[in-house]
């Protein structure tokens, strides 16, 4: 028992923090598209294939389509 | 109270996501439908890493606590990590992030813009994209003339050899490399055939005069049934600024005169819908 909590805690803890302060978002992790559940249209997403998707590089103005960048703040609160 | 997101609802170069739907999960939607209303042993430890879509929740995990913020600035650099800040922070923040990118987060799209004067077949292009790109510095005009043939120049003059009806238009490209979309107009060389002219038994609207415009441009439009009819005015980036009809009428020729209000100059789009006919047309707005 102690032994698997103590692989999990290694586990969780190799997951954490990518990016801390100052860092800057890799390519490969702004063109990584999510899928978007509920909400997709109130924020503008555009529908593909019957779902919605966000890549944060949708918001980069070097690489999305119109050439603005924008400023983000992500505050996520869990329900549970 | 005001929420941070109604505070920059009017910036369109904010963008706040405030719960996990807006930005998606690290498990697929059927289970977060399934599971987010409770705690649920099995499911937590894919919030953190299920070893494909990890990475928004591995940097917004402060410590594996909720809730969390993160910023990002206009360079994608997290700017800002850290648990639940209070609104006057926040927006404090923000605003600093967008003193920061200047207009860089403020521009509109580049748009490619014309008008034309006809003489026999000879065509003058007038090039006003510089009114309908403002902040940006254009550096190429791509102009198609729907006959085979294309120029570079920025207000070209253009012979056709034929009559006919030819749509012509214009991209343009600034010095980021960032491309408009095309801007495209009809240009009827020669007699018109009847069957071109609007008539009182078209649907749809005619171009606005003058255009551009300051302080107000003259909108005609036809309705071939009377019923209910709704003509709204959006900005560049789809947002309504203007309702300004939504009554019955009767069939038939009308107008109205558009006075923009409290907007910015450039460029903004007209939406005629009756039903299920829709028409769009696009004015330039100077100051």
């Known amino acids: 028992m102690f032994f698997n909590s103590f692989i999990s805690l290694i ?70 | 109270m005001v929420a941070i997101e109604d505070w920059y609802s009017e910036n369109p170069n904010v963008v706040i996501f405030t719960n996990l739907d807006d930005i998606g999960q690290p498990y697929s939607c059927q289970q977060w439908g399934d599971h987010h209303q409770d705690f649920n042993e099995d499911i937590f430890p894919l919030m953190t890493d299920d070893g494909n879509q990890d990475v928004i929740w591995s940097w917004l995990q402060t410590g594996g606590a909720f809730p969390s913020t993160a910023y990002i600035d206009h360079t994608m650099t997290v700017y800002y990590k850290a648990n639940n800040p209070s609104f006057g922070p926040a927006t404090s923040t923000i605003d600093s992030m967008l003193d920061e990118c200047g207009d860089l987060c403020t521009l509109s799209p580049p748009a490619a813009l014309f008008d034309f004067a006809i003489d026999g077949n000879t065509v003058t292009f007038f090039d006003f994209s510089e009114f309908a790109s403002e902040g940006w510095v254009i550096e190429s005009w791509d102009w198609d003339f729907d006959d085979g043939t294309t120029s570079t120049e920025q207000n070209p003059v253009h012979t056709y050899d034929a009559d006919g009806t030819y749509e012509v238009s214009l991209i343009i490209t600034t010095d980021m490399g960032i491309q408009s979309e095309p801007y495209i107009a009809e240009i009827q060389i020669g007699t018109l055939e009847i069957s071109d002219i609007n008539s009182p038994s078209d649907f749809g609207l005619l171009k606005n005069y003058p255009n551009p415009f300051n302080p107000s441009t003259t909108i005609d439009y036809f309705m071939k049934e009377s019923g209910n009819i709704k003509i709204n005015v959006y900005d560049m980036n789809g947002k309504l600024v203007d309702e300004v009809i939504n009554d019955y009428q009767i069939s038939g020729q009308h107008s109205f005169i558009w006075s923009p209000v409290n907007l910015s100059s450039g460029m903004y789009y007209v939406n005629l819908v009756q039903g299920l006919n829709i028409d769009q047309m696009k004015m330039l707005y100077v100051k």
């Open chain 1, 11 to 80: 586990l969780i803890s190799f997951s954490f923090s990518l990016y801390q302060v100052g860092d800057q978002i890799s390519q490969n992790d702004q063109d990584r598209r999510f899928q978007v559940c509920y909400g997709g249209e109130e924020h503008g997403l555009e529908e593909d294939h019957g779902s919605y998707t966000l890549a944060l590089g949708d918001y980069n103005g070097y690489t999305n389509d119109s050439g603005i960048f924008y400023v983000m703040m992500i505050d996520m609160a869990a329900s549970w």
